[in-house]
C-alpha cells in the first residue's frame, strides 16, 4: 500500500497496466491536497491455493479496495479510478457506496465494450503478440505528449521517468491481458443506476484520447445520476501523469465543491 499526503482521504486506482508506479505524476500532484491512497493490481488475489485460486474479476478488485482502506484506517474517501482502474471504482460505489463520499472517473473504458479483433488477438497469445501491442502505444500517444508537453526538454523528462517506471516496475503481460478481458466481459451499466456519491468524469480532448474514445467515457454522464463532466485540456488518454498538477487542480476542485455544497 501507498500511502502519501495528508487531508481528505483519495484512493487512486491504476489503468490496465497494474502498477502504481506508472502514476506517481499524478500521486505526487494529488498528495499536495489529499492523503492519497493507492496499490498495484497485481497485487490482488483470490481466496484458494495457486493452482485452483481464480483469476480476480471486478469484484476481487473493488473489495481489494475496501481492504485497503481498512488497513489505512479510513471509512470513507474519493474514489478515482483512472482508465481501467475506473471501472473498478464504479464497481466499488456500487458495491460499497458508504463508503464512496465521491467518484471520480478518468478517461474509463464504456460500460461494456467489444474489444477489436488486434485486440483481441493480442489477448489469446499475450506473450507472443504483447510486445507487439506495446511496440505500437508510442506511436499512438504521440500527438498526446507532443501537445501535453509542448516544449523538448519536458517530453525527454517525462520520457526518462516513464523508462525508469518500466524497469523498475515490469508489467505482467499475462495480468495486462486478464483485466483486458474483463474490459470486454465484465458490464457495469447496472452499477451505475445505483451509485449515490457525487460523480465527475474527467476526459481528455476528443482528437487527442487514442486508446479510449471520449465518447465511450461520456456515456457515464448518461448512466450515473447526476455525473458532471471536466476536460483536461491539450491531453487525452495520459492527462493524469502528463499534466498532473492541471488534473489535481480539477480533482480538488470537485471535491471541495461538493463538500462545501453539502455543509
Request: aromatic fraction near 6%.
Amino acid at each position: 500500500m501507498i500511502d502519501r499526503g495528508s487531508g481528505p482521504p483519495l484512493v487512486l486506482i491504476p489503468g490496465l497496466q497494474g502498477r502504481w508506479e506508472y502514476m506517481r505524476p499524478a500521486v505526487d500532484a494529488l498528495s499536495a491536497f489529499f492523503r492519497v491512497l493507492t496499490f498495484s493490481l497485481d497485487d490482488v488475489t483470490c481466496a484458494g491455493s495457486e493452482r485452483t485460486r481464480p483469476t480476480p474479476d471486478l469484484n476481487a478488485h473493488a473489495d481489494a479496495v475496501a481492504a485497503l482502506m481498512d488497513d489505512a484506517g479510513v471509512e470513507q474517501a474519493t474514489i478515482c479510478g483512472v482508465s481501467f482502474g475506473g471501472m473498478i471504482a464504479v464497481r466499488f460505489a456500487a458495491r460499497h457506496a458508504a463508503r464512496c463520499s465521491a467518484l471520480v472517473l478518468v478517461s474509463t473504458p464504456r460500460s461494456r465494450l467489444r474489444l477489436k479483433p488486434r485486440h483481441q488477438m493480442y489477448l489469446r497469445a499475450p506473450w507472443i503478440l504483447g510486445p507487439l501491442f506495446l511496440a505500437e502505444t508510442p506511436f499512438r500517444l504521440r500527438p498526446e505528449i507532443l501537445t501535453a508537453i509542448p516544449d523538448a526538454k519536458g517530453r525527454r523528462a517525462f520520457s526518462l521517468r516513464s523508462l525508469r517506471a518500466v524497469i523498475g516496475a515490469p508489467i505482467s503481460l499475462s495480468k495486462m491481458a486478464g483485466r483486458a478481458r474483463m474490459i470486454s466481459t465484465d458490464d457495469v451499466t447496472g452499477d451505475c443506476a445505483g451509485i449515490t456519491a457525487p460523480t465527475l468524469i474527467i476526459t481528455g480532448e476528443p482528437h487527442l484520447d487514442h486508446v479510449v474514445p471520449v465518447d465511450g467515457s461520456s456515456e457515464y454522464l448518461r448512466l450515473i445520476p447526476n455525473a458532471r463532466a471536466a476536460v483536461l485540456e491539450r491531453t487525452g488518454h495520459l492527462g493524469s501523469i502528463t499534466r498532473p498538477e492541471a488534473f489535481a487542480a480539477i480533482v480538488r476542485a470537485f471535491t471541495e465543491g461538493h463538500r462545501h455544497a453539502a455543509a
